[in-house]
């Protein structure tokens, strides 16, 4: 068939509505080109350009002649991902089609550009697939006449990720140019083409990071390091999987190196996880006093498409001052117990060598004797109770979200001054500083102190008038005596009365904890508190504590010791029970363990006559105590000697041969006891062992061999 040789399109005629230069727009076209992108697959911007062949579906002649024959173009597409969602894209397209006319040596060029939508998957890893649709205005010239219209269009197409930064496509197009007549031209497009992905060059893959991090606590800055400070929500969002997965926190400020908190060997296409953050902050953090908000960034590290990349967010982290505490958890007071700060060994050091050694007299234990002398010495340098204006512990323990402000205890020394909170820290520091065990009691709207009395609970039980007045935990072997710390200015004695009142009114309802600071530090370890104060703390003169502590012990024994020595004395005077051995074995006793030896051994000594040389095994024993702390240890042995013939493998006797046998010398006699005392009491048995000829830890058996008597029996 002979076309003619006079070009005419079924709907377009030579005189077309618009006619532009061509110059100008290849210029234009070309700059399009150039700045152009294409759909996101390794990140959210992409760019590509596609080199097609056309292959016409219409129009036709009215004799159905094809109009246009297989022709040629490029389209360049640019294309962003939807951060919400992210199998959504949008972007600009702009298309290029080169149309011979058939049997005719002219042809029609048609430009077309408008906005897209679609939707893309990657059914395996580096392959992803993409269906949009696109439409806006072409421009169509050729033989002498321009036109415009609308054009709708929609492709889909397969592509390979090469590399992050690089993909191989092929894809095919469906077109409709629009005119009031008809098709101008409808077609299929196949092209073949290279995409470049925007940002993606180093290796990044398409992840979602999202940090969230707790204002950080100073005094806490080792427990961060395995405890969590924030928490991590990622997602892979990438079409293919990463590896090799590490993520760290790093603070310049308040760090030497970044913290690796979380890791894996891979994370899967679309796979989210949640993981805590940790953080190892360095000493420098303990210097913000006030709240202080300091830059950081989370770091993923990984390897993806077999290329290493890195993500970093930037976070904001709130640095609260250093006494800053909230009370979710009690324990976290502890960590304010700063027992090996100079200062704080320094002072209770000094107090609690004379208390130990030199107080008269050596009542009850060293540890009573030590824990009176601290707390005497705390109102000798003048520290009194006073409320928080601010946070006042009342309130702010209750409310667990609330920042506290907790004194370290070299703080409340200068400022001479403390909530209960703050005394209680101090007072527990001093103990433990001085080797003393110590618990933090909570009650509601309050915080004391308790210290080990270094007893067992049935000597404690035996030696005070008010047995109740001591704390006898279930899961401790130890008696504990409850020190309401308020009252320092009221003293030591008054300070236990309120504290055991206030310990059996609300552990009575279940409303009291018993917190062992020990036990507490291995969640919350303190931390050194020296950059805190400066100055060093004045020490008080010996000679004003030794004042301070005679008068509080008088009165302890007159309130605890003299209403029941009376009441023994007084029954002995009874002429029915003047040979009564027990009543002296009993009231010996109550000298002993209120450090009158020289009285105790009277008492004793007169139950040995009265019984005529018959006395029971107790009063050996007990003659044999005061014999060994006075450092007759010859005598000692005696005694205990005597006892076992009365009553043999009795503990306590074998107790008594194993230590003044060691303090003799007498190796033989040492292992001997112990061998028969692994029998009779294996708990007692094992705290000697030390001082057996087998054992070569010098430290532990000065430990053991240095022990105060505590075990008095009663007939």
Not at 46 to 61: E, H, Q, R
Not at 466 to 480: K, S
Not at 571 to 582: A, C, G, M, S, V
Request: net charge neutral.
């Amino acid at each position: 068939m002979k076309m003619p040789n006079v070009y005419h399109h079924p709907h377009i005629s030579l005189q077309g509505r618009y006619v532009m230069p061509r110059k100008p727009f290849l210029v234009l076209t070309l700059a399009l080109l150039a700045a152009s992108s294409w759909g996101q697959v390794t990140s959210d911007f992409s760019l590509t350009a596609n080199p097609a062949f056309t292959i016409p579906l219409g129009p036709s002649l009215a004799d159905g002649t094809p109009f246009y024959t297989i022709g040629g173009g490029a389209s360049l597409k640019g294309e962003y991902t939807l951060p919400f969602a992210r199998a959504l894209f949008t972007g600009l397209a702009l298309d290029v089609d080169f149309l011979p006319i058939n049997a005719a040596s002219k042809a029609m060029t048609f430009l077309s550009l408008g906005p897209q939508l679609g939707l893309q998957f990657f059914p395996i890893p580096r392959l992803g697939m993409k269906l949009a649709g696109y439409g806006g205005m072409y421009l169509g010239f050729g033989a002498g006449a321009t036109v415009y219209n609308p054009f709708a269009a929609g492709f889909a197409d397969i592509s390979y990720l090469l590399s992050p930064s690089l993909s191989l496509g092929l894809g095919a197009t469906y077109k409709y140019n629009f005119s009031k007549f008809g098709p101008v031209y409808n077609g299929i497009g196949v092209n073949l083409g290279v995409s470049y992905h925007i940002g993606a060059g180093s290796g990044k893959a398409d992840l979602r990071i999202e940090p969230k991090i707790e204002p950080i606590f100073p005094l806490f800055y080792t427990y961060y390091d395995k405890n969590q400070a924030g928490t991590l929500a990622l997602k892979n969002t990438s079409p293919g999987p990463i590896q090799d997965v590490t993520v760290s926190l790093f603070v310049k400020e308040y760090m030497e190196q970044p913290k690796n908190f979380w890791s894996a060997p891979a994370l899967d296409r679309n796979q989210e996880v949640s993981a805590p953050i940790f953080a190892l902050f360095d000493q420098r953090i303990f210097d913000v006093t006030t709240e202080t908000k300091v830059a950081g960034e989370v770091v993923v590290a990984y390897k993806y498409l077999g290329k290493e990349g890195t993500t970093r967010v930037p976070v904001t982290v709130t640095i609260n001052n250093r006494n800053a505490l909230t009370w979710d958890d009690d324990r976290k007071a502890a960590a304010f117990v700063t027992s090996t700060d100079p200062d704080v060994l320094l002072f209770a050091k000094n107090v609690a060598s004379d208390a130990g050694s030199k107080a008269k007299p050596p009542a009850i234990n060293t540890t009573f004797r030590i824990a009176m002398a601290l707390f005497q010495a705390m109102n000798l340098q003048g520290v009194s109770y006073v409320t928080d204006p601010t946070t006042p512990y009342a309130s702010s323990s209750q409310n667990k979200t609330a920042l506290d402000f907790l004194q370290f205890p070299m703080q409340t020394f200068a400022y001479r001054a403390g909530d209960c909170d703050d005394l209680s820290i101090l007072y527990s520091a001093l103990l433990e500083a001085a080797g003393i065990r110590t618990a933090l009691i909570t009650v509601p709207g309050h915080i004391y102190v308790a210290f080990d009395l270094g007893m067992r609970k049935e000597d404690a039980k035996a030696t005070f008038t008010n047995p109740d007045a001591v704390i006898y935990p279930e899961n401790d072997t130890a008696a504990w005596l409850p020190i309401e710390i308020t009252l320092v200015r009221k003293g030591f004695t008054e300070a236990w009365r309120a504290g055991a009142v206030d310990w059996q009114t609300n552990s009575a309802k279940g409303a009291a904890k018993f917190l062992i600071v020990r036990d507490a530090w291995m969640a919350y370890p303190p931390v050194s508190s020296s950059r805190v104060v400066k100055d060093a703390v004045r020490l008080p003169e010996k000679e004003a504590v030794f004042r301070e502590y005679t008068a509080e012990m008088t009165r302890f024994m007159g309130i605890d010791f003299q209403p029941r020595a009376t009441k023994l004395l007084s029954d002995l005077k009874l002429k029915e029970n003047k040979t009564n051995t027990r009543l002296m074995n009993k009231l010996g006793i109550l000298y002993a363990r209120y450090g009158m030896l020289k009285e105790a051994k009277g008492q004793f000594e007169a139950a040995l006559r009265a019984s005529g040389g018959e006395a029971s095994a107790a009063v050996y024993i007990n003659i044999g105590n005061v014999s060994y702390l006075n450092g007759s240890f010859a005598d000692a042995v005696s005694y205990y000697s005597k006892a076992l013939e009365k009553k043999p493998g009795t503990p306590a006797a074998l107790q008594g041969v194993t230590l003044a046998s060691y303090e003799l010398g007498d190796r033989k006699s040492v292992d001997t006891a112990l061998a028969q005392l692994k029998q009779a009491d294996p708990d007692a048995a094992d705290k000697l062992a030390a001082l057996g000829s087998g054992v070569v830890d010098t430290t532990s058996r000065a430990a053991a061999a240095d022990k105060e008597v505590d075990t008095w029996i009663e007939e």
